[in-house]
């Protein structure tokens, strides 16, 4: 017997942006009260019957490209990020587990004390469960951003839908903070993008 499910999607992949956890305008650090709103959100969601991954920016913390410009390495400084991701994805589980959801948080970095390493069918059975997973440190390798972890979990998973959420309103030709006339795209193909 099967159940009317009450979402439009039966497994969704949310890319939260590190900044959403952070404090205010600035989005640095995590804020508690930002950290427990984008939880109760997510165990609406996952109490109406949706399965959810998401994967954990880590802005908030630090941002490897950014800090690669004192002069050491960029993979280095990448390899900081993926630990600022962790640290957002564990702040993230517990307020979800405090709404009363099971939470799994998974890495592509071994770092067994806190975290389970991402095993593609762990994380299918745990989301076949009814736990939220939370997938941290990126691709666990520099160079990629975890939009790109994203969309490869998104994809390995078997998501219906991949949501980004940030403080950016769409998709720019350029950084809408540092080019004033960037221009903002209402749709993009993905032959568009190809042919850029």
């Known amino acids: ?52 991954a998401i994967v954990c920016g880590g802005g908030n913390i630090l941002r490897g ?32 587990e405090a709404q009363g959801l099971q939470t799994r948080v998974m890495t592509a970095l071994e770092i067994h004390a806190v975290a389970e390493p991402f095993v593609r069918r762990k994380a299918l059975a745990h989301l076949e469960k009814g736990r939220v997973v939370l997938l941290a440190a990126g691709t666990g390798n520099p160079f990629f951003t975890t939009d790109t972890a994203a969309a490869l979990r998104a994809t390995e998973l078997g998501c219906e839908v991949l949501l980004k959420a940030t403080k950016v309103d769409g998709i720019y030709d350029a950084d809408p903070k540092k080019v004033v006339d960037a221009t903002r795209f209402e749709e993009l193909t993905y032959m568009d993008v190809l042919s850029r």
């Open 1 to 52: 017997m099967s159940t009317a499910r009450t979402q439009p999607f039966q497994r969704i992949l949310l890319k939260l942006s590190g900044e959403a956890l952070g404090d205010g305008k600035a989005g640095h650090g995590l804020a508690p009260e930002s950290v427990l709103g984008v939880a109760k959100q997510v165990a609406r969601v996952a109490q109406n019957g949706c399965e959810v």
């Open 65 to 96: 490209a950014e800090f690669s410009k004192i002069g050491g390495s960029r993979a280095s400084a990448d390899y900081m990020g993926m630990l600022g991701t962790v640290i957002n994805a564990l702040a993230l589980s517990e307020a979800i």
